[in-house]
């Protein structure tokens, strides 16, 4: 079968034709509908982050993908259900205590694979196998958009662990800001509207009209900020201090100027992942104005189920302009080139393996 | 009646006469026992922090305090209760929302006076008033140490919402440090390990031994970290990552080595409130650690009455010896130097106003 892969000492994707793997007991295997690229992908590709898995030579790309079961494998999974993998798994199969308690999502480095990323293998192959647990059956109307559960649970995830962070007074949030108008930004900012009710929000890019980002964002009903114009730490004079603020840049100044962005009682969920970089911040003014505004910095990576399951929900609930218009192209396994281009007309991308045909 | 007072442009306590207060309906009358001295009174006294009332060119200090009710004045308090008075009013007697739901703690600037500090005069007097509200019963055994309420209740607050950061996943935190020796590092210290139940602990200073305080940490079962050796950030390779960070120091460099010192998914609670510095960071490294690691930053000010309630809990369960050798000087309002006087054998101090007599 087909499979997207990233070759060891080559810094692009190519197309390797691999064995189809035949599931073991517990594992189902998922007919390979569509995969998403993303800025990690970019990241493994050019060798920055991830590792091969043990013994392999390439790694096969992709970690947001939807799928139909192919053979559930006597599983509570059935053939034709369209189904969602998750991303982590246990190194050498051995689960440690977060997978035991489905929170792999906190295992520290060690503690986990990434499938795609960092030591197993993607789902950028005609065919995938994986245990039942890792599997989130979705609705057969998400079998084109599926792909978006897996980032969008990210952002569920980021928006949890913030929120959870003012939970111990009464917080009653209005203003959010998305530092980011890549798929993650806008995806993150749907979410915002559609799920969790901000009134007033924000989004932060660098690009000039007319663009297609800025488009969706105030088709939103956002508001666009130039950080060429407006710098993070500026947004409260320029527009009001914010409740909220989402960092999806990886750029790492936006953590610091998160703090300044803030309303009291505020809190920033960091997202990016960011490079070495030093740089000279006014600490003691950043660390008294957490202080005595009880502001909160919140890091988040990666998901778990319930985060995907979050994320199928409310990406049902997106208005269908939005994905339309957030899935910029979606390619054949012999456009790999096409399906990993990056200008500024892409948002967002995936590879197609099969299509979807309806159960009778 | 006595009071203690700064009194503008000259930089140090003075004790001045006032008109014993009277209360107004709803009002209770508060015979003075105990004000504590603290860390901010001496920002107050040097004119670093804080207000004076609206029309006063003086400022009566104290804002730890305990003492017996003198007269009820119609409310559920009655001659003879012990009490501790919260600190933070509506300015103007105007209630906002914060107020209203009883989160003053919550407010932001201008939205709040502070008694002792912001632009209300404090507790050390021999009588004051307050709205009964403000005022919390503690139990008669509570008469000495009760001016160690409000400092403790400032451990609690900022414990909590550390804790609630992480309420979105499992935490099972088993190691603490507290970063700062001084009268609210040990409180703090002795509150993990008798309420909160850390099984580990750490406490920062500088300071050679013999010393109190390092007898203090030590009997308290707690690791003294000297961080003239052992700098914050080197933490885990000395000792273990850590999962709660409690930083007391108001040096605003411990704000950032708390991100290195703390262990996956752990967070790091911000009291101090530093001046202005400017500095380098490796700022991508830290944020980077922020979100691979789930780790949180988490600024807390001020304390509600709930976080009261629990510290006049606390303090009941501390040990006696502790207690004892905490509070190293409690001094009359004749003997203003000496309870000022803040030196390497000072750790807490007290003024006493009056002594309690037990109700027959």
New interface residues.
């Given amino acids: 079968m087909q499979t997207i892969a990233v070759e060891r000492g080559r810094g692009e994707p190519a197309v390797l034709d691999r064995e189809r793997p035949e599931p073991a007991a517990g594992e189902v295997l998922v007919r390979t509908l569509r995969v998403g690229v993303d800025g990690t992908d970019f990241e493994v590709i050019a060798g920055n982050h991830g590792e091969f898995p043990a013994g392999e030579d390439f790694l096969v790309l992709g970690h947001e993908a939807v799928g139909v079961v192919e053979d559930g494998g006597g599983t509570a999974f059935s053939a034709g259900d369209v189904v969602v993998p998750t991303l982590r798994r246990p190194p050498g199969g051995e689960r440690n205590e977060f997978f035991e308690?489905g929170?792999s999502?906190?295992a520290?480095?060690g503690k986990y694979h990434e499938r795609g990323i960092v030591g197993a293998h993607g789902y950028m192959s005609e065919y995938f196998v994986t245990d039942a647990e890792f599997l989130l059956e979705v609705p057969p109307a998400l079998a084109d958009v599926g792909f978006l559960v897996e980032p969008l649970s990210i952002a569920v995830k980021g928006v949890?662990?913030a929120?959870?962070?003012?939970?111990?007074?009464?917080w009653e949030p209005e203003s959010a800001a998305v530092l980011g108008n890549g798929s993650l930004g806008l995806l993150t900012l749907a979410y915002l509207k559609h799920v969790e009710g901000y009134d007033r929000l924000y989004c932060l890019g660098r690009r000039d009209r007319p663009d297609p980002t800025i488009e969706i964002i105030e088709e939103l009903g956002a508001t666009y900020v130039d950080s060429r114009e407006t710098p993070v730490s500026e947004i409260p004079a320029a527009h009001e201090p914010i409740d909220l603020v989402f960092e999806a840049t990886g750029y790492?100044?936006h953590?610091?100027e998160t703090i300044d962005a803030l309303a009291?009682?505020g809190v920033g969920a960091?997202?990016?992942?960011?490079?070495?970089?030093?740089?000279?911040?006014?600490?003691?003014?950043?660390?008294?104005?957490?202080?005595?505004?009880?502001?909160?910095?919140?890091?988040?990576?990666n998901s778990r189920i319930q985060h995907f399951e979050a994320a199928a929900e409310a990406l049902s609930a997106f208005p269908e302009w939005f994905l339309d218009r957030l899935v910029t192209g979606v390619y054949g396994v012999d456009e790999v080139a096409a399906a990993f281009e990056d200008d500024d007309t892409t948002i967002k991308t995936a590879v197609q393996f099969s299509e979807y045909e309806e159960r009778r």
Avoid: C, I, Q, Y
């Fill in positions: 308690r929170e999502d906190m520290p480095a949890e662990l929120t959870a962070s003012r939970s111990s007074f009464t790492a100044k953590a610091f009291p009682n960091l997202l990016g992942v960011p490079e070495p970089w030093e740089f000279e911040v006014d600490g003691g003014r950043l660390h008294r104005e957490l202080v005595l505004h009880n502001k909160a910095l919140v890091g988040s990576v």
